[in-house]
């Protein structure tokens, strides 16, 4: 399901207001409360909204060392090696990829040698066979969905 150009407009706005409440979000959209609610409501269970929490930075955390590590799984060991990520929390994300590598991981440190033991964690499940590592350096374009939010409203 798409989003319609008053979901759009509405999402644009709690993003750039995450402590807005519904009557001055209605106000702004220049709809009803109860439609804004609704709206909400409907784009919550959708799953189009996935949260109403704080966005923390790892950084703000005190792991300013932001790297993505590709892994090479044993043939047939996927659930094991995922299993084996799980309980490290400086993975932040995981995801199956094609290509050359089985799985991409987003991991955080406070620093390159706690990487480095980080890194050593991960390759401690026989289940992985190799990791390759790349530390970013900056971000060139953050996080954003408000282009593509206003690119399905049109839609």
Request: a negative charge; charged letters at 20%.
């Amino acid at each position: 399901m798409s989003i319609d150009e008053l979901d759009g407009r509405l999402l644009v706005t709690m993003r750039a207001n995450p402590r807005i409440g519904l009557t001055e979000l209605a106000r702004l959209l220049g709809v009803a409360r109860g439609t804004v609610q609704a709206r909400v409501e409907k784009l919550t269970a959708r799953g189009v909204i996935a949260d109403f929490g704080p966005t923390v930075t790892p950084e703000g955390a005190g792991y300013p060392i932001l790297a993505f590590v590709s892994l090479q799984i044993a043939q047939g060991r996927l659930d094991e090696a995922v299993r084996a990520l799980e309980p490290l929390p400086e993975i932040l994300e995981v995801y199956g990829t094609s290509g050359q590598a089985d799985l991409l991981c987003r991991v955080v440190a406070r620093s390159t040698p706690d990487l480095q033991e980080i890194i050593a964690r991960i390759l401690a499940s026989p289940a992985v066979q190799r990791t390759d590592t790349t530390i970013a350096l900056s971000v060139q374009v953050p996080y954003r969905i408000e282009p593509l939010l206003r690119a399905a409203a049109e839609a």
